[in-house]
């Protein structure tokens, strides 16, 4: 089975910087995405890592260890609007699993004034 | 990317009854998926929507209650069958042309009395 590890809950003030961790244990590894979900609205795509190292997108950044199973998502200068739910989600991409996106539980993010 | 329509977006359902939902994308896409997101939480995968055949499901799910359809590449239906209160969830669909990025529908709420 896949198993995709992500804490439940994080908080943090306006302009700070976050970052939320992802661990994972999948059978093959072909990509992990990251998404940001606002209550009652679809997940919507952050970002991509594939080979080792940090992508970088204005304000956010992911990290990728392919090694380790291991990712995180930066977010840098938080806004209010940042309060969302942030998936981790990773593509097996070996035999029957091949295309699919197995998500973690997601991580509830509150940004205070 | 693609962009899904998806509907309806609520509904509220008897139980016994059975409920179609329905997307439709803007452009053909190789692979289409079904989710659903119970409260609070993250995305589980139903199935693997396949054009032409029968869908591929993942454990805990099977055709006799969730049928699928994707008679086309830019189509697809589930159909949750014989609702319970169990059953209460969003259901979302996903499509992907490889290597881009996963797209999703906006989802549909789904409350069984």
């Known amino acids: 089975g896949q198993n995709i590890d992500q804490p439940t809950e994080m908080t943090a003030t306006e302009g700070a910087i976050v970052q939320i961790n992802c661990t994972y244990q999948?059978?093959?590894?072909?990509?992990l995405f990251w998404y940001q979900q606002h209550a009652g609205e679809a997940p919507t795509f952050l970002s991509y890592n594939v080979l080792d190292g940090l992508e970088e997108k204005g304000r956010f950044s992911s990290f990728l260890s392919r090694s380790k199973g291991y990712s995180y998502l930066l977010l840098k200068e938080l806004q209010m609007k940042d309060s969302a739910s942030y998936l981790c989600?990773?593509?097996?991409?070996?035999?029957?699993?091949?295309?699919?996106?197995?998500f973690g539980r997601g991580t509830q993010l509150t940004v205070w004034p | 990317s693609a962009v899904i329509s998806q509907k309806p977006s609520r509904d509220i359902c008897q139980r016994g009854t059975s409920l179609t939902i329905q997307c439709q994308v803007d452009?053909?896409?190789?692979?289409m998926f079904w989710y659903r997101q119970q409260p609070g939480q993250s995305l589980t995968l139903i199935a693997t929507a396949n054009q032409g055949s029968e869908a591929t499901y993942e454990s805990g799910f099977v055709i006799d209650k969730f049928p699928i359809s994707r008679p086309n590449l830019t189509f697809s239906t589930l159909t949750v069958s014989n609702m319970s209160p169990e059953d209460s969830s969003i259901y979302l669909c996903?499509?992907?042309?490889?290597?881009?990025?996963?797209?999703f529908g906006s989802g549909t709420r789904l409350t069984v009395v």
């Open positions: 999948t059978s093959g590894f072909n990509g």
């Open positions: 989600a990773v593509k097996p991409g070996r035999g029957s699993t091949l295309g699919r996106l197995y």
């Open positions: 996903s499509a992907t042309s490889g290597e881009s990025g996963y797209t």
């Open positions: 452009s053909q896409v190789t692979m």
